[in-house]
Structure formats: C-alpha cells, structure tokens
C-alpha cells in the first residue's frame, strides 16, 4: 500500500494534470482548487470517518459531508443538485434511471456477503430458511436487506405470498424483533451483529453468498463530473478512499476503535466484522463482471416489481476516474 503521504503528491498531480487539460496556468491550478467544496454523502461506515487516521484529509479542495440516512434520500439529494459524490448499494441506480435522477457509477467497493441474512428470536422454532414460511419477517424498504429477503425466498420456491413480511425502518425493527413482534428479522453487517449479541438472535441464514456480489458503487454527479475542478476533485477524492480502505485492511483494529466511538458500540463488533469479511475492501474500477452484477440486480427489481422496467445500466457508468 502507498504510503499516505506519496499518495498525497500523487494527487496533487493528478488534479493538476486534469487542470492542465482544462487550459489553466500553472500558477491558477491550486488557487483555484482550493476554492472547490466537493459535497459528499457520509455515514457511519463511509470511508470518510477514516481518512484523517490514515493521514489522507489534507485535500487541496474543501469537502462539505452531506450527513444522510441513505437510500432514497441520497438519490433526492443528487436530484437537488445538493450531491456530488456517494457510496451506495447495487439498489439505488434502477431507481435512479426509473426517476431520471443524475448519476454516474465511477467505480466499484468490493464489500461483504458475510454476516448478512435472517436472524430468528430465541424462542423461534425454526432452523432453516424454509421454516419461515407463514411467519413473521421484518426488512427494511428499499435497501440492500428487503432484496436478500426477495432472492431468498425465490432461491427457496417462495414468495412474498408465502411469509408475512413486515417493512420498518431499523430501530424498528429492532424494537419489534426484541418484543417478539415479528419472528424474524433480514439484517446485515454491524445492525446484524448487534441484534445477534444484544437482541438475542439466531443466524439461520448468515451470508448472502450466491444471491449477492456484495459490490457497492462509487457514484457521481454528471454536472459534477462535467467541471473541470471538480472532476478533478472527484479523481483524488476516489483515490483517497480507495487507498483510506487498502489502511482500513491493514488496521482493523484503528478501524474498530474508530467505529466504536462513531456509533457508540462494543470495538470487539467491528473487530468481529473485519475478521470474518468474505473478502478485503476495495475500490476498483470499472469491470465487466460488476457491469453485469449491476445489470443483473436491476433485472431482478424488474422481475420482482419493483422498478417499471429492465433498465440497461451500461450507460451509467464511466471509467478512466480511478
């Protein structure tokens, strides 16, 4: 891994290449970025929270964090025009297409697929997926855990029809799930693990292996990526969390610690998390197996009846930014 400190530099010159290009002197360059303020999406688990602990927030441009829950609110704000920058799931770009919302995919986060699935209350009898039929199961809408609960189902010859799925916004399903409201619950990474030790859950499901790449996207405004200084911006800001993740990997237990204090939660969770994750997170570009993943997912929404069409998805994405 780079040292912070070179990646700096490298930065630095590969902004300025972009400006070089743009027709700026040399002497403009930097004056100029540095009156940019690059606007990006953050949450708790965004690569964002880590780049001061990796010695990677001395940008040459201002970052204003736009602090949302996700989801659809991320697409609301680029529909605003309020967003440059965001992490976010294989979900959010059919909808994206569906409400003409402007976005570009720039890159791919390879994530993981374990610690995601179905957890049952103590006293629940069921042991397999299948035992849920007729159940109780909550999910939260339109995020990545009510598209597990819809490829489970199919991967075990059901439906919706076939469960009584209940959707809630995390806290409450939580709150259902701790009161025996609901006899299941589709969780994932850090929510998953704390309903396992706190709440009392039971993993019948644990990984989403073979009905989830676990890639995440790296997206971008258009308009953004249409200025020169702020493409330029977008490039070394892709490269800092790109290499802010290469230290996460080296450093689980930095990472740990910092996540602990961010959600006021047990470091030895997150240390879990790192431990048992199907693979390292990464930032890559572009490449034909997450095109088709993406392509696949939106496909499936499709089928599922929760997009009005099979979108192609090849036109969002846009290489050469990392």
């Known amino acids: 891994m780079p040292a912070p400190s070179s990646f ?69 704000a680029y ?12 979900i959010p770009p059919a909808f994206a297409i569906q409400s003409g919302t402007p976005i570009k995919l720039i890159a791919t986060h390879q994530g993981d ?16 997926f299948e035992d849920l039929r007729g159940r109780t199961i909550a999910y939260t809408p339109n995020t990545n855990n009510y598209y597990y609960l819809l490829k489970l189902l199919e991967a075990h010859g059901m439906t919706l029809k076939d469960v ?8 409450d399903a939580n709150a259902a799930f ?10 994932s990474g850090i929510s998953a693990l704390l309903t396992e030790k706190l709440l009392g859950g039971r993993w019948i499901i644990s990984n989403v292996k073979g009905i989830y790449s676990g890639n995440f996207c790296i997206s971008a405004h258009p308009d953004a990526l249409g200025d020169p200084l702020k493409r330029a911006a977008i490039r070394d800001y ?34 879990r998390l790192a431990r048992e994750a ?17 392509q696949q997912v939106t496909s499936d929404l499709f089928a599922f009846g929760l997009v009005r069409g099979e979108y192609d998805m090849s036109g969002l994405w846009e290489a050469g930014l990392i």
């Open 8 to 76: 700096s530099r490298r930065g630095l010159l590969s902004s300025a290449g972009a400006l070089a290009l743009a027709g700026c002197r040399p002497s403009a360059k930097a004056q100029r970025l540095s009156d940019v303020t690059l606007r990006v999406w953050r949450y708790k688990n965004t690569a964002g929270n880590f780049m001061a602990a990796a010695g990677l927030a001395d940008m040459p441009y201002k970052v204003r964090y736009v602090d949302l829950p996700g989801g659809s609110l991320v697409l609301n």
């Open 79 to 90: 529909a605003a025009g309020e967003l440059d920058y965001s992490y976010m799931s294989e």
């Open 113 to 128: 697929v374990n610690n995601s699935g179905v957890l049952v209350g103590k006293s629940s009898p069921a042991r397999r």
């Open 164 to 171: 009584k799925a209940v959707g809630l916004p995390v806290s």
């Open 178 to 187: 701790t009161r025996g409201h609901v006899e299941a619950t589709v969780a």
């Open 238 to 271: 892709l490269r800092r969390e790109q290499t802010t993740w290469q230290w996460i990997g080296h450093n689980p237990a930095r990472w740990a610690a910092l996540s602990g204090q961010l959600s006021d939660q047990s470091p030895a969770l997150f240390e």
């Open 278 to 294: 199907s693979r390292p997170a990464l930032i890559v570009p572009p490449a034909a197996d997450a095109i088709a993943s993406l």
